[in-house]
């Protein structure tokens, strides 16, 4: 194999070894001006009692993905699109052809203070309208300012590798032996074994130089800025920010480790932020904060994921990545993710967050599409999935709902048009001219790329990303699952089939995609919420509940307990509506589109197995 793959193949692996917020009111009657927004969609999100919850209450799931590694390159400014058309596209596909209701949006500080001291407003400027583009196709939003290898002016227009983060004057400014990663294969191997890399993370988070003070100073400039310049509607739609990317010391004081560094240097960082947030206005806005790189990986780690915290409440988010460091290096596990493969690591993730005392995000998760390993995606990322909607695995399910959990979000890396397009030069080296794939220390993580005639396309399976998920709940989910039947090549992978136990269900879903969420209601006025992929087309889509039956459900309205609308945003991407009158009820609707005309026998008869299902495993 090339060289660039091999360091793709092993990036990982090596990397390692080396309270209660008062919840927004009642939306106003002008709340919900975006296309296709219904009475009680645009409210903000605040956190309570462990979840995302809007202004109606309900229990909220974020699915999305990154946009995009574009900001890590020079060739678009450290922007994420190189127009606010390209945004506009990009927000389009995202919600119609990948599912996804949430952004973590990528920022560089590179860019928005290129000269120390002065925030660059026409780097916010663009930053932000390419922002309201996704706001405007009803897309949440989190801004995150990013950072690899601290910074791209650390490495010369010879190197391997490339970094991105902090500006040319940080590094200037820090006198850094010239950078060498002796015989590292990877960029990721940086992190921790090259000089001029690890002397630049300490100098930051010690703030010598004043490197910390001048960072937080532009974030919250930032952040003045983007709540300045969108409307109060648009602004509902920003969730939180994340206020550093994958932080990690570069080296340890004498006498400190990994836990005593997230106490001592990491947390005081955070806090510190989340003033910043308070004086820029983002008070009931929650800090998505990351913990120690290394926390949570599966070769080696460090111990972390903010122990020392206390209970950080609800203005905080505990936010965190996972990356199968075993399945990328090619060595560490020969085959491909099977059934339950991730459960245990993303359950570590929710108990985590309810320790914390508030909920999680799973910022970044993914697995190269290029390379030696690259056949080992749609099982890895098929598993994510299924760690994200459950802590139980799929064999498990039926028989345990009642340890499934609660539904995490996630943003997978990435969503990025410009995949395989590039014209990044690389170190700024007009000899080292990158096009392919991610453009970005040869990595090839993109779920789209802009086919010949300028159009959005998938990298990997619909079915796969697709998904259906409770975006919405009003209550609290009690259990949830999806399987979405996705191919690995021209095998299907069903990790979930309908047990035997319940042969009318089973016969109605057949080889079909089918999902059961399982909540006990609220008391909240507006309806639980479940996307619909692109796969369920509405008029064959089968509902099953106990508040009532349906093939094709009808238009939503306030008086029909199963109905369909179109998702706020005006991509034609569609949301089954499910409403109760009730509170403190257990209710659950499994949905399929296996079936065509099903007859009302088979409706009646499958309703009544999960009836007796429900209360035999949930009540």
């Not at 500006?167 to 090259?194: D, F, H, K, R």
């Not at 220390?441 to 990997?460: C, H, I, M, P, Y």
């Amino acid at each position: 194999m090339d060289m660039p793959n091999m360091r793709a193949r092993l990036l990982v692996v090596l990397v390692v070894l080396c309270g209660f917020l008062t919840v927004a009111g009642t939306p106003s009657a002008s709340a919900a001006t975006i296309a296709d927004s219904l009475s009680f969609d645009g409210t903000a999100l605040t956190v309570a009692n462990g979840r995302f919850v809007d202004g109606n209450g309900r229990e909220v799931v974020l699915r999305g993905y990154n946009v995009s590694g574009e900001t890590k390159l020079a060739e678009n400014k450290g922007l994420p699109f190189a127009s606010v058309a390209d945004a506009k596209k990009s927000a389009t596909a995202l919600r119609a052809l990948g599912g996804g209701n949430s952004v973590r949006f990528l920022l560089s500080w590179a860019y928005a203070e290129p000269v120390k001291g002065q925030v660059d407003t026409t780097y916010l400027a663009a930053a932000t309208a390419q922002m309201r583009a996704f706001l405007d196709a009803g897309i949440r939003v989190y801004p995150d300012f990013h950072q690899d290898l601290y910074s791209r002016w650390l490495f010369n227009s010879g190197s391997w590798y490339t970094g991105d983060g902090a500006p040319a004057w940080a590094v200037a400014l820090g006198n850094y032996p010239a950078e060498s990663c002796g015989i590292c294969i990877m960029w990721g191997q940086n992190i921790t074994s090259n000089g001029a890399v690890k002397a630049g993370q300490y100098d930051f988070w010690h703030n010598n130089y004043g490197l910390q003070d001048y960072f937080l100073a532009t974030a919250q400039k930032t952040m003045t800025y983007i709540k300045a310049n969108l409307s109060a509607e648009e602004f509902a739609g920003v969730v939180g920010f994340d206020p550093y990317n994958e932080p990690y010391a570069g080296k340890y004081d004498s006498g400190q480790n990994s836990r005593t560094w997230e106490r001592d240097v990491l947390w005081p960082f955070y806090v510190k932020f989340r003033a910043r947030m308070d004086a820029a206005g983002w008070t009931d806005k929650p800090a998505m904060v990351e913990p120690n790189l290394f926390w949570n990986g599966n070769v080696s780690k460090e111990e972390g994921g903010l122990l020392d915290a206390g209970t950080i409440g609800s203005r905080y988010v505990f936010n965190t990545h996972f990356y199968d460091q075993k399945a990328i290096s090619g060595i560490l596990m020969w085959g491909n993710a099977s059934d339950g493969q991730y459960v245990g690591d993303f359950g570590t993730v929710r108990d985590r967050a309810a320790a914390l005392g508030t909920t999680s995000v799973v910022s970044e998760f993914g697995h190269p599409l290029n390379g030696s390993t690259a056949g080992k995606a749609p099982t890895v990322l098929k598993a994510m999935y299924q760690a994200l909607d459950s802590r139980v695995k799929g064999a498990n399910w039926w028989s345990t709902p009642a340890s499934s959990g609660p539904v995490l979000s996630g943003s997978q890396w990435q969503w990025d048009i410009y995949n395989g397009r590039h014209h990044e030069l690389m170190n700024d080296n007009p000899d080292k001219v990158m096009t392919s794939g991610d453009a970005w220390n040869d990595e090839d993580l993109s779920a789209v790329k802009l086919d010949d005639s300028g159009t959005a396309v998938l990298r990997q399976d619909g079915r796969l990303l697709d998904r259906l998920y409770p975006s919405a709940t009003s209550g609290s989910t009690v259990a949830f699952t999806y399987e979405d039947r996705s191919r690995d090549g021209s095998t299907t992978l069903t990790w979930n089939p309908v047990p035997s136990s319940l042969p009318n269900v089973a016969s109605l879903v057949g080889s079909g995609q089918y999902s059961l969420l399982v909540w006990r209601s609220g008391s909240g006025s507006a309806p639980t919420e479940l996307h619909l992929p692109a796969s369920f087309p509405t008029a064959t889509t089968t509902v099953v509940s106990d508040l009532g039956t349906v093939y094709g459900p009808p238009a939503y309205t306030s008086s029909t307990p199963i109905g369909a609308a179109p998702e706020p945003g005006g991509t034609g991407s569609r949301r089954l509506l499910l409403t109760d009158a009730d509170s403190g009820v257990l209710h659950y609707a499994l949905v399929t589109n296996g079936s065509t005309s099903p007859s009302a026998s088979l409706l009646s008869a499958a309703r009544s197995e999960l009836a007796t299902w429900v209360s035999q495993k949930l009540s």
